[in-house]
């Protein structure tokens, strides 16, 4: 290291401030005048180069990190500047000028100038700040342009990993795939596994409007036990409780298998797979048009993921739900044909398979829905303007025309996950109708109108539709990265919706919050332990 390389840098054995560590290095430009630096002194200005400035850089790499997280800076440097300096290593006027020097650096000058040259370790700016005998200015500006590298290169890989985050949901775990085998070989073999399912002596009870009848469209085992025995466990009266399971055609025997090997003493269980409906032909072309549109927009918005740049994107957040299995999912869209799935029935509660229930929901069925279809949770219980879920504009595009302006974009939109249903009077509506009309809109209009997902058609086509409910029936958002929702809500909420892609059933949600569901998981059963679930 040449001696002359940092002028303006000298030991002052009189120590200011925090003097304690012996040498303080001071910014005295002063003495450098004077050209006073023997041989005496060079040594100690070597030393302490070579302890304070790698001191420096991993304080400066840390706050770089730090403030990454904190979404309230734009500027790490202008935000942290003191706190980067307030420690005892240097002195008042060094601190000063670097802060100043740092500030003065415009960000609009780095992107020219700092690429050329740019530097991959702060040892080679120390040397090279040496060699060329630079002054505290071109410090800063190599430093910042540093640090404004290494920044960006933080918020990539945020995206970076949340994108993998989101990947990560799509794939079924191995556990869960063994899970259905083992079931679907059980069903193939075993009598019992086969046997009827509910027993014939409680048939009569799926069409008896007299009991609470539960819906679940899933095509997830494991799921549909845990809602399904969480849903018992917490109920006052079980034995008036009847489920109903729809699931496709290749889940349809492990499913079965499943439930009939796992009786419930109390309440009824149904087990039905799509490909035994019996459907009109107008009800089979409405549901074919309508997974056909789905498609066609999960794929629009995963086709444009991909060919967006990552790096500097901007936008993706909303675009990820197109990566959420749950956009492709049958099961997930068939809920608009509910009204059709069970003909006989007048009032259910619609629950989807990735909830937990914690309390009796018994009074729902008595809930009185003020002449409305769909009882849902719209307002929050975090107070006024802040919506459980998401707002309208959320899902909605309200600069495209088509979206009816009195529709208020700022407004909550109503959960689903937990709703109930008044049947008979969606018979009455046209929403069905309503909804596919929506689809096609949406579909001339090159899929500008809504973010991917099962909720925006419905949002528009139940418009007025919606009665409000307490917002403790359903606390939702517990897939997500963090949920505002503390232990005493968690707590008090009937039902817990992880709606997100951190499915409990996935490795990636927090272990705190899976617990929650993973409770209800029987961990005696030999096929949970043959597959390994959840170990
Ligand atoms: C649904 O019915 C209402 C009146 O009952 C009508 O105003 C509305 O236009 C209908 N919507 C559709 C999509 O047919
Ligand atoms: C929203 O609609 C406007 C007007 O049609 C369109 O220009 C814009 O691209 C749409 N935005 C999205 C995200 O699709
Ligand atoms: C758990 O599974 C075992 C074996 O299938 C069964 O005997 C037991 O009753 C189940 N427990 C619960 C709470 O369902």
Partial sequence: MKATGIKRVTISNTSEGGGSKGATVAAT?????????????????????????????????????????????????????????????????????LTRALIEVKDDNIVDGGTEGSLETFSELVKEMTSKQQDIKAFAFKTKAMLLGMEQKVQSAKKRELMYWYLASRGVPKSLHCLCLKLAEEYAVNAMARSCLPPPEHVSRLADTSFNHIVLLTDNVLAASVVISSTVENAANPEKLVFHIVTDKKTYSPMHAWFATNRLKSAVVEVKGLHQYDWSQEVNVGVKQMLEIHHLICSHYYNNLKENDLEYGGEHQNFLEALSPSCLSLMNHLRIYIPELFPELNKIVFLDDDVVVQHDISSLWTLDLNGKIVGAVVDSWCGENCCPGRKYKDYLNF???????????????????????????????????????????????????????????????????????????????????????????????????????????????????????SRHVNFTNSFIQKCRVLH
């Fill in 29 to 97: 430009s002063a003495a450098a005048a004077r050209g006073r630096l023997s041989s005496r002194t060079l040594l100690p200005v070597a030393l302490v180069l070579g302890i304070v400035l790698p001191f420096l850089f991993v304080r400066i790499a840390f706050l770089v990190l730090e403030s990454a997280s904190s979404s309230s800076c734009s500027s790490p440097i202008e935000c942290r500047g003191w706190r980067l300096f307030s420690g005892g290593y240097i002195s008042q006027k060094l601190r000063e000028e």
């Fill in 399 to 517: 600069s495209h025309p088509v979206i009816p302006s009195h529709l208020d974009q700022d407004r909550c939109a109503w959960l689903s996950g937990m709703n109930i249903f008044d049947l008979e009077a969606w018979r009455r509506s046209n929403i069905t109708t309503s909804y596919h009309k929506w689809l096609k809109l949406s579909l001339n209009s090159g899929f500008t109108l809504w973010q991917p997902g099962v909720l925006p058609p419905s949002l528009l086509a139940f418009q007025g539709h919606v009665h409000p409910i307490d917002p403790l029936w359903q606390v939702a958002g517990l897939g997500y990265r963090s949920s505002s929702a503390g232990g005493q809500i968690l707590e008090a909420a009937a039902v817990l919706h992880f709606n997100g892609p951190a499915k409990p059933w996935l490795e990636i949600g927090s272990p705190e919050v899976r617990s929650l569901w």
